[in-house]
């Protein structure tokens, strides 16, 4: 396993599939291997990785973090009058990016209530009203008959891709005191809220979140007015000024309504602005998260989205220098957003 994790942290995935079909074939019942072959299954755009990463309930990690007794998992099958229970297991933007699907079975007849963190629920009350948001206490079963974790969603949907369901899914005006904050100033040019950092207790986050210094090339296009999307404790570059306070993805959401272009890390906000169909530029470490698959410049998630990839380990100067080229282009109208 451990240079399975290895070539993959190198990059070569095709590498590391092999090493994990070799510790199969020694192994046949090791589901770490199963679940780390299912990730880079995705990764390189193999549908079969969604049943694959299914296994990862078998680890001894991720066990512990199962809400409900796995008996009574859904199996797919949509009945008249059967309520199954989605819920969040991981980060935000992994919730955001999965919802998609809700409104989707709901048209079949499912009866669908969702369980998320507090700080999405007034989003998702506001964007997918049809959806109630459920709080069953954990362990409990008696309010649904069967439950399932967002992300294993897709194992279970017929001729899955990831452009099914890919359209806008949120949809969001701007609030008024927001506006005030973006268009009302008298700024004028192209409007661009920024993140350049994740979560500090995300264990890829040296990774994927950028120095401030490194950002200078942006600082440079001529005819942006940049609007601090960043939330947490991390210093500004003063390009940026303040944060704007967020008290839950709604606020934020309403800010976005207002934007141009959202350039962000890999975090919630760019799976929030690509769910609203907000263009979005997406800065990619090395080596990425599974979703976003490899070298291409698009997603079949966010077709709003755009990749920008770095080219070596650490190399976020070279992305950023292209991200300022094409920002430069948009804010001279040569290009589309």
């Known amino acids: 396993m451990a240079r399975l994790v290895v070539l993959r942290a190198m990059g070569d995935y095709e590498a590391a599939m092999q090493e994990a079909q070799a510790v199969l074939r020694v192994q046949p019942g090791h589901t770490q291997a199963k679940t780390y072959l299912g ?10 990785g969604c049943q694959l990463y299914r296994n990862r309930w078998d680890t001894p990690a991720w066990t512990e973090t199962m809400h409900y007794p796995k008996a009574h998992l859904w199996d797919g099958r949509i009945q008249s009058n059967t309520t199954v229970l989605f819920w969040a297991e991981q980060g935000f933007g992994d919730t955001l990016q999965f919802v998609r699907y809700l409104p989707c079975l709901q048209q079949q007849g499912l009866q669908l209530p969702l369980q998320c963190p507090e700080p999405l629920q007034a989003l998702f009350a506001q964007t997918l009203p049809h959806v109630p948001m459920f709080q069953p206490l954990p362990g409990s079963t008696s309010a649904f008959d069967a439950h399932l974790p967002l992300l294993d969603l897709p194992s279970l949907l017929p001729n899955f891709n990831p452009a099914f369901c890919n359209a806008p ?31 500090p207790t995300h264990t890829d986050d040296a990774n994927r979140s950028i120095p401030t210094a490194q950002l200078a090339p942006l600082w440079t296009v001529p005819g942006v ?33 207002d934007l141009d272009l959202v350039i962000t890390v890999d975090t919630s906000v760019a799976h929030l602005a690509g769910a609203m169909g907000k263009p979005v530029w997406v800065l990619l470490s090395f080596v990425p998260d599974w979703r976003w698959g490899v ?15 770095q080219q070596r380990v650490g190399d976020w100067p070279g992305a950023l220098n292209t991200v300022a080229d094409d920002l430069t282009r948009l804010s001279l109208g040569t290009v589309a957003r």
């Open 225 to 257: 007015h940049w609007v601090n999307l960043q939330q947490g404790e991390h210093a500004a570059p003063s390009p940026l000024g303040e944060p704007q306070v967020f008290g839950n993805f709604l606020d934020t959401a309403r800010c976005i309504a």
């Open 169 to 199: 899914y949120l949809h969001m005006a701007p609030a008024p005191a927001h506006t005030l904050g973006t268009r009302g100033t008298g700024h004028t040019g192209v409007r661009v809220g920024m993140v350049w950092a994740g979560r």
């Open 295 to 309: 070298h291409t410049a698009q997603t079949p998630w966010y077709p709003s989205m755009r990749l920008y990839r």
């Open 39 to 48: 990730m880079l299954r995705l990764h390189m755009g193999h549908a079969d």
